[in-house]
């Protein structure tokens, strides 16, 4: 029987893979090593949604003081401190890495502060030259910025640096349109900068629904942020002030003290030594599995973003526990992708779960209900911020196919909403809950009429 340093070997220390390796080795018995070439924690922990979400946080405090404001308060309203807010997120961040390293080594997991990559079926070679041998890889090293081309030596930043900033930008392009780039477009203008959002598509937020994007794109607007679709950049110039040039296809031309490319991100693939090893590659380097995490070498599996499935962190964990108890519990599972939630932390919040209304027709015959009005709190003192509630609805089953939410808190409402769409509610069963009321949510379980 072939002996191996261990039965597991982990490449990337975030969520996915962390959770693979404490399974494996506290509830499994498992030997199991780990390398991870930067922080433990990986991109959600360290520069993706916690750090996100606390900017998010700070960023709404400067709408919330004027709200008090308009509702009686006696407040004075200053700059927003980025030097005060970085201290503490670096605080914060250095807490939540010395957890997940404490957490993994405390199931036993032996946890490798370098780089390492596949260097066969069952081997990994690390950054100091070592060589190791595992009965199975598992590969989860998560995503990483997308920059064109033209562009990626022109100094700009990508979600990764901005946590890293030393000061806040007076101005800033941000150049995509996803919900990266409208988070941070959101946060950006939140805390104080001039906000330009430069999208070369149609409308932002590609892939959710319709409604949904207007809604969105309505709000940025309204805030302040200069929304500019069907716009591409054509020349970035870095000048000796460190600002950068920026020309448009519309003929513009601008400068910003910041440049911010969200314009997506890619499985982090790039020389891992997988192709090889003779793993299969997708065209944007994301790693093929099956329905199990499993590649096309047996002894090798990925999970995460690194697979280009969902690229969300509790798809990647579940992933992560799905391996561990598929490869070392005996029990096989195997993650279902179907009706998952995600949130887009603008101001208001956007949440989706299930079928857009243009998926639902390809397949059914759909009848929509929806609601578009100013909540209570923000109506009371004029401001014009709307809520956007909207079911997609088989109409011969009455199954409801999709949920799509703008407004404040959508990112906690979506999650209650997912529970029912999961299980098959009924647009019966809506009907027949009682609204709680007063609350914007109230909407869901009041929406008789059909608007299409």
Known sequence: MTSFDYDLFVIGGGSGGVRAARIAASEHGARVAMAEEYRMGGTCVIRGCVPKKLMVFAAGHGAGIDEAAAYGWQVEKGRFDWGAF???LDAELNRLESIYTRNAESAGVTILHQRAVVSGAHEVTLADGRRLSARHILIATGGTPFIPEPWRGAGAMTSNEIFLMDRLPANVLVLGGGFIACEMAGILQGLGSKVTLMYRGRQILRGFDADLQEHVAAALVQQGIGLEVNTDLMALERLPDGSFRARDNQGRERVFAAVL????????????????????????????????????????????????RIQLTPVAIREGHAFADTVFGGT???VDHSNVASAVFTRPEAGSVGLTEDEARKDHAVEVYMAS??????????????????????RDSRRVLGCHIVAPGAGEL????????????????????????PTMSEELVLLRKPVR
């Not at 003779?278 to 990925?302: C, R």
């Not at 209650?416 to 009321?437: C, L, N, P, S, Y």
């Open 261 to 308: 490319f969200a314009t997506g991100r890619v499985p982090n693939t790039a020389g891992l030594g997988l192709e090889a090893a003779g793993v299969a590659l997708g065209e944007n380097g994301a790693v093929k599995v099956d329905g199990y995490s499993q590649t096309n070498i047996p002894s090798i599996f990925a999970v995460g973003d690194v697979t280009d």
């Open 86 to 88: 970085r201290h503490r």
């Open 373 to 394: 009005f100013r909540p209570m709190q923000t109506a009371f003192i004029g401001a014009d911020t709307k809520a956007l509630f909207k079911l997609v609805v088989d």
């Open 332 to 334: 096989p599972v195997m």
């Open 414 to 437: 979506i999650q209650i909403a997912a529970v029912a769409v999961k299980m098959g509610a009924t647009k019966d069963d809506f009907d027949r809950t009682v609204a709680v009321h």
